[in-house]
């Protein structure tokens, strides 16, 4: 696979409106399409179309013979809805750590399985975790590069994401399963010049390219050492997160900004002055009140400023309310006294949690194939573990945070172990200060208090003085 092969332009296609519906095949053609670079400039509120003046044009002043003697630059609001709503959903669906579960046949190995919860977190893959599905949700893609240190014997990871300028590319082959990928970057060479890369990754090796003025040339190649390619990439066919609302995005920033520009001229009060001589009017001030003085035949009036119309309210609210909806953007409302019952909060926080539902059964696939490289990279990196963690069958998974104070779920997690409803070691890897090694660490507090308890009833056995044993059989006694 050569890089000018695999670098094909990636397109995000969505459906338009058409005149006719008498065809009953996929037409790809008719669909709208979009490159990542749209995606990019709608994260950044300074990527806007507001500030685009082909889109949202300046106002031409005009002399009387519709001549342009100047231009009015309106004035432009960029709402940065888009940024806000991936930082919302990313709290609730990544609030917690990830979830880990050992559902190997037979009996479980409690000390692997914290080493690897350990090793996970040493890692810093949660922070992978975040890292990917944010360029995934800003962007449309993302992937993670894990490749291993063979100088340092470590297992590393890189996010690959169109926010920090790197171009992926990927080729399926006919199941769908990833056969190829190609990432393109540029590094500074000895002499300060910009130098272009590709790293081309199969299931077993890694080239990199370099361009050249003899074109694309093969500078290095090796085996990666890993069971499978060592990428999770994913592209989500929606777009970015608010691609649905987009347009309604920028319909409420040209109606701020429209907004905006009335009230430069509209919003503030004016004085109406009328008589015969300018020259003769006098202001003068009595208190805290302005007194204009004309002449006989004059007159004077303030003028109120424009007020905001119903209907644009209404408009701007109702617009607010669905763009909030689908991207899930609920902030908690003011009370006055007390705590939040734990039913209200989840109601109010539903349009959220019905979102991070759907991301999370989107994602958990993705989790799982790090999972299973990361898997290899504990292999690679402890293989005095290696046997343990081979024969042991680990899943991961996403839990959205639900907001909720840690006393109440304390509570709730030991009346469930009043109930019997809930083992031990569920209770304990629940618990919201629980480390990763919990379950291990009560089972040695519990065997250090047993031998403690045992020390205690030996020497209270020494302390004590030998009983007589008292003989119940009468014939004994008699002498």
């Keep these: 696979m050569k890089p000018n092969q695999i670098k094909q332009t990636k397109y995000w296609s969505f459906p338009a409106p058409k005149s006719s519906y008498l065809m009953d095949s996929y037409n790809d053609a008719t669909n709208l399409k979009f490159t990542q670079q749209k995606f990019y400039d709608e994260y950044f509120p300074s990527g806007h179309q507001i500030f685009n003046p082909l889109i949202y044009p300046d106002i031409p002043i005009m002399d009387g013979k519709e001549k342009v003697v100047g231009m009015h630059y309106v004035n432009r ?8 709503s991936v930082e919302i959903i990313l709290a ?11 559902s190997t046949v037979g009996e479980n190995n409690f000390e692997a399985l914290s080493q690897y919860k350990e090793f996970w977190d040493t890692k810093n893959i949660d922070v992978l975790r975040n890292d990917l599905i944010k360029s995934i949700l800003a962007v449309g893609d993302g992937a993670v590069l894990f490749y291993r240190d063979t100088t340092t014997k470590e297992f590393k990871w890189k996010v ?14 006919k199941y769908g399963d990833l056969e190829y990928f190609g990432r393109f970057y540029s590094l500074l060479d000895e002499t300060v010049t910009i130098v272009e890369y590709c790293d081309i990754v199969s299931k077993t090796s890694v080239v ?34 608010w691609t649905p609302v987009q347009n309604n995005i920028h319909n409420l920033e040209v109606m701020y900004s429209r907004l905006s520009e009335d009230n430069r001229t509209k919003a ?24 204009v003085i004309t002449d006989a035949t004059g007159d004077f009036k303030l003028i109120s400023g424009a007020d905001i119309s119903t209907q644009f309210k209404f408009e701007w609210e109702t617009s607010l309310e669905v763009i909030s909806n689908k991207l899930g953007m609920v902030f908690p409302k003011s009370k006055s006294s007390g705590d939040m019952p734990t039913g209200s909060m989840k109601m109010m ?33 402890m293989p005095a573990i290696a046997n343990d963690i081979a024969k042991m069958n680990i899943t991961v998974f996403i839990k959205m945070f639900t907001p909720q104070d840690d006393g109440s779920v304390m509570t709730s997690l030991g009346q469930a172990k009043q109930y019997g409803s809930l083992s031990a070691q569920t209770i304990a890897e629940n618990m919201p200060y629980a480390a990763n090694d919990e379950v291990k660490r009560l089972e040695e507090q519990a065997k250090k208090e047993a031998e403690e308890l045992a020390k205690q009833e030996a020497a209270m056995s020494l302390s004590s003085p030998a009983q007589p044993v008292k003989d119940n059989n009468p014939d004994n006694n008699k002498k």
């Design 77 to 84: 609001i960029s709402l940065p809805f888009q940024q806000e």
């Design 92 to 102: 609730h669906l990544l609030g917690n750590k990830t979830q880990f579960k050992d």
């Design 160 to 173: 690959l994401s169109y926010l920090d300028g790197e171009e992926i590319y990927e080729k399926k082959d």
């Design 208 to 241: 990199t390219h370099k361009n050249t003025e003899k074109g694309w040339v093969v500078i290095d190649s090796g085996l990666h050492g890993f069971k499978t390619i060592p990428i999770v990439y994913y592209k989500r066919k929606d777009g970015a997160f």
């Design 268 to 291: 503030k009060a004016r004085y109406h002055l009328k008589t015969d001589n300018p020259n003769d009017v006098q202001t003068m001030s009595a208190g805290t009140t302005d007194i």
């Design 349 to 381: 926080f539903y349009p959220t949690e019905r979102i991070a539902h759907q991301l999370i059964n989107e994602f958990n696939s993705i989790i799982d194939k790090i999972n299973r490289i990361v898997k290899d990279g504990i292999m690679f990196e």
